[in-house]
């Protein structure tokens, strides 16, 4: 098979302050479907055109961020693979496996923390349980979908400190390509690594930040720049606090949108990019660029942008 | 490497009456940009999101139609492996290496003739000369951009007699998966496959036909549906010969339009389609829904669409 | 006031063979707002971005097609003004004044049956009912919009067979500009007339043709072409009856799709189109250009678009 | 004729500080076609879809700003007209006849002062040039179109003190319609006006300033959003000064971005709005909704928004 190893991200747990509110949020606004709820409290969620059982998971807490993201990789036996070369790196901390279940729907989960402090899994199973169309003559997307209605989950972008570890476990370890970096100063010291393991210009994205652990966004795939003004308006309908957008990345050349859920995580939903081959040379940007790196069309970063993670 | 094995359609080399005509219809109105002429007098063109040095190569002869479909694989090391597998599987006849520099600016390259009779090349090197743009700070696509300007050669649509064969050398030789297919009668006779490589719903694809080795059309991506509008605004506009379009399929969810080459070879241009996944289940099309299979909105195919190949 | 006399296309009264379907087509499909019923039996619409209280009426009848359109003018005095010129011009047959209140919420019409048979009625005063959302600090569009859901019924094209002399009456009498025509031949006989009272390319067009009092289509305006691939995707979900597109118009430019309700009545929905104003040149189309002048794209006609009128 | 009087906003004269510097930015970045040179230096540019000679005069100067803003009335009788109602109106100052051929190719304009200090004039005259394409058979856009290139100059918004006076003048002595308003405070004093002559919702616009004759933005149309996004990237690639956008407009509808020219003139291009009538209810925003109803999505205004003028 020529997609083989880490497939993609596969879900993401997000604290959130007010469970009621924020599955009012990510059904109604951001449009996931809900799929299940487990007896710890989590609600699960999928984008429309996800096969899998659930993308997002949310739990309410005393503070919001990001609990764990996890990837789903081809097999049981990768799975396996895959741990023991993590294991054997001693890049990782932290490494336990979760059992099948724990988490719903879903088979036993290898998970690690990086050495930028996130909390990382690695899975092969998880119920399908289709995208709400039949296998068999299916139309091109269901019917009364609602909200911003993405397609599917698509990355995160995480804040921390150990950049060069991050970058070398997903790399050498974990088989991802770096797609796009952000070099700072005369010595061009990375701050920035766009990480794929397919095709997608991203898969998870990592910026250098003194603090371990911060979550930046999770993003969500839409169809196209008409898509990302629906978004916007849908904002603006429910007085959703917007960060910044419409606009495009120069990195990734990206349409796309910020905005934050009711407990301040940020959301992203964007369309666009670039088809990404492993031969595709690294794509460079120098922080006197960044602000264009970052937002195309403004050329320099807003506040909150850099500033606020959760 | 999440991805590996065959990369993608990586060259289609295609006969044309007129080389000059053809010349300026790949260049002005589908707006290819020409990168080289070989001494053989062949022409080669790149679309300007590719690094590699060439995609199309055009070559005058006394009828239209496809010579050979080349395919990018990650390594030279698993071009000698999938030769080697090629050759074990009983599926290929005609079997040869090409050497290096044969066409220009690539290495060698293992061409064999699939059971459908379409003469298919693996090859593991093409020099980059870039997307026009640097690889340091670079904009978001190039200037004087002219035509339909797709991004990226995109896929073959083949018509041959042993589509069984075919298949089965893609998908179990090649590592490609059945991403959609067509099926007939009480039997439900595969009919039409559509099969990817990568995260694209297909990177070639092929329909049953009495003949073998015909060629139906080589397809091109744009970034969306306002790009496809100005694709028929230039073909109109060049007074080139129209197929069917815009229009979406129901397989893929492509927006589309198709048109002819001055020799009667089919160009397609489309956007959109969902993001493929090994896991994700095969999507299967009765013959009683054809039409809305192949054109969601018409509902019915046009007979040129089926009858007309070269 | 800079825009006086004929203001617009005010509302359709159409047959359909079975109300129930039709009410299905024109408020799930189309999106159009059922705003009443009356005594008759009849059923009101309006497109949601109209402000006045109906634009399409329904009539269940033995035979489809159109009763009448009705044009709003600027006052009860232009009205008064412009009945008396129509009498006066000689051109208009069966003139009649229909009173206030036998169209719900409507004021006094008068109706008169133009040289090429159609009947059209003017009216200054129909009840204001608002766009579904408030006049201070409103949202840039209403919630919970279903089916195509157009802003407003932008014109009709008709039929008929005396077209110099309805030509002669929308011009010289109600103030209608020729914005395009159509010539036939080496004498130029004008085939086709669109005609305009506003900024619209069109506000009501004419076809040269055997019969008295045929219609061709009622049009409804959307925002953009990503909203004529959304009305393509709810004609197939729907499995409407597609008569053709999406694809542009050479006349007007507009970007459209057309297709019939459950009796048989052509429907258009299109978006774009230039800036008419009175001093701009009017264009004209030779009928050796007649198909790309209708589908700019496929620059022919399809047999239906010709010959089916209800 | 149903749109008399006022027909539209026929051109814009700006100062500019380095006109070889402007001519390249109305010409490459923007789009406009050069027209003409005149013997005083100044020079003209038109939109592509204009019929008319010029709608943009650069006139290079010490400081930045508007010199007078030009409306098109639909003859020589109304000119006569509506300058004599001008001068009974007793609204206007410094109202002067302008003999034809100052401005090139264009007839008498008759020149006065409005309440807030803006140079206005009323012309009934100006040279057809065509939109390059023929009035017989002709394409829907021609080729070669660079920069932005919108189809027409839309409007001007403009700042000043006596802001009752000038929409009395517009409203009641020139024939406007007062489409949106904003208002202030308990007293609800008007502190923005949007005043349409035509079908669109704005032909020009004036905010309560406490400076006389300040120029906010001088506008262009563009076909739709995708046309918004392509201007965004333009202005990024060329390096030109970003206000803000892409956006959306609360009032209006429109889709937006803003920009300045090299001397600081501020230049619009936007896509949609609504279609106006002179039946339309006005909307009214209040000052506490003003964030949201000038830029839709952010809620609140920057503050080069507001405070920059020339
Ligand atoms: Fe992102
Ligand atoms: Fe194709
Ligand atoms: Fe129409
Ligand atoms: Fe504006």
Not at 265 to 277: C, H, L, P
């Amino acid at each position: 098979m020529a997609l083989t190893g880490v497939l993609r991200p596969g879900h993401v747990q997000l604290r959130v302050l007010d469970l009621a509110a924020a599955v009012k949020h990510y059904s109604q606004v951001l449009g996931l479907w809900e799929t299940a709820r487990d007896p710890q409290g989590r609600v699960y969620f999928k984008a429309w055109d996800e096969h899998d059982h659930h993308s997002v998971v949310l739990r309410e807490a005393e503070a919001a961020g990001m609990d764990f993201m996890g990837f789903r990789v081809d097999s049981t036996a990768t799975l396996k693979k895959l741990a023991d070369n993590v294991k054997a790196s001693g890049l990782a901390t932290e490494m336990q496996w979760v059992e099948a279940g724990e988490m719903l729907k879903t088979g036993e989960r290898f998970r690690f923390t990086t050495p930028t402090g996130h909390v990382i899994e690695l899975y092969a199973e998880k119920e399908k349980v289709g995208n709400m169309m039949p296998l068999e003559n299916p139309e091109v997307y269901p019917e009364n979908l609602k909200g911003m209605s993405p397609t599917r989950f698509d990355h995160c972008l995480l804040y921390g400190d150990d950049l060069d570890g991050t970058v070398k476990l997903f790399t050498e370890v974990l088989g991802f390509k770096l797609a796009e970096q952000v070099v700072a100063g005369p010595d061009r010291l990375q701050i920035a690594a766009f990480l794929t393991c397919s095709n997608k210009p991203h898969d998870v994205a990592f910026i250098r930040h003194p603090e371990k652990n911060k979550f930046h966004h999770a993003s969500f795939i839409l169809d196209n720049w008409g898509e990302v003004l629906k978004a916007a308006d849908i904002i603006t309908r429910h007085r959703v606090s917007l960060d910044i957008g419409p606009t495009r990345h120069g990195i990734t050349r990206g349409e796309t949108i910020y905005f934050f859920d009711p407990s301040g995580n940020r959301n992203e939903v964007f369309s666009g990019g670039y088809i990404a081959y492993p031969d595709r040379p690294t794509l460079t940007w120098t922080d006197d660029e960044l602000g264009r790196a970052i937002f195309y069309h403004d050329r320099k970063l807003n506040e909150a942008f850099l500033s606020v993670v959760t």
